[in-house]
């Protein structure tokens, strides 16, 4: 069955040190990749997406994900966050099929 | 306009009740997405149009959920009989082409209550 898995509910980190958000996909052919962020009472905006090619892919706000098709993973990262970065972040394949989401807290 | 525009943003509604939820997508947009959002959860696949038609509907939970979009813009999400696992927010989304990979362009969401 295709499915994406977002396994950290919750992730926080000191504002300026480094994130990563894990992404595990299951999916049978090549996949259209997103990730969006979701700020509390709006609507999901995307940050970055990989089709094809460079396996690394940036985004808005810094971020930068990867894409290793040999482990099913889409990690996004940031090298250092800033507070505003705090949000809700789910990856997607395509737009049928979304994960559950990583709430990210921002410790000052 | 310029982006995805969803009326009513809040609304509640007695058990039993119909609601239609609007969704204006961007101008020219082929795609258009329903999604329901349960609180803490992801956005879960509704229903999806390429312009006014309704390509699937997979995901429309019953058949007390009806969606159209008669002219290939705006969009309506219809809830007959509501019940209270109705109570989500719904979010529409629109994308420039058809199918189902493009970059999606969500609205702020109808946040639905049910008592």
């Known amino acids: 069955a295709q499915s994406v898995t977002q396994p950290d509910i919750h992730i926080t980190v000191s504002e300026g040190a480094s994130l990563e958000l894990r992404c595990n996909y299951s999916?049978?052919?090549?996949?259209?990749l997103f990730w969006y962020v979701q700020s509390p009472g709006q609507g999901l905006q995307l940050l970055l997406k990989?089709?094809?090619?460079?396996?690394l892919v940036q985004g808005i706000k810094g971020f930068e994900a990867e894409f290793k098709r040999s482990q099913s993973s889409f990690n996004l990262r940031k090298p250092s966050v800033h507070w505003s970065d705090a949000a809700e972040y789910f990856c997607?394949?395509?737009?049928?099929?979304f994960g559950k989401g990583t709430r990210l807290h921002i410790l000052p | 306009g310029a982006g995805v525009s969803q009326s009513p943003r809040y609304k509640v509604a007695k058990r039993g009740q119909d609601v239609a939820l609007r969704c204006d997508p961007i101008?020219?947009?082929?795609?258009l997405f329903w999604y329901q959002q349960a609180l803490g959860q992801g956005p879960e696949f509704l229903t999806y149009?390429?312009?006014?038609?309704?390509?699937?509907k997979s995901g429309l939970p019953s058949d007390r959920f009806f969606a159209e979009r008669p002219e290939g813009s705006v969009s309506t999400l219809k809830i007959q009989r509501t019940q209270q696992e109705d109570s989500a927010v719904y979010l529409c989304?629109?994308?420039?082409?058809?199918?189902?990979?493009?970059?999606?362009?969500f609205g702020e969401g109808s946040r639905l209550t049910v008592l």
């Open positions: 101008s020219g947009h082929v795609s």
């Open positions: 989304a629109s994308s420039l082409g058809g199918g189902s990979t493009g970059e999606l362009f």
């Open positions: 997607a394949v395509g737009a049928i099929i």
């Open positions: 149009f390429q312009n006014e038609a309704q390509l699937d």
């Open positions: 990989y089709f094809s090619g460079d396996t």
């Open positions: 999916y049978g052919a090549t996949p259209y």
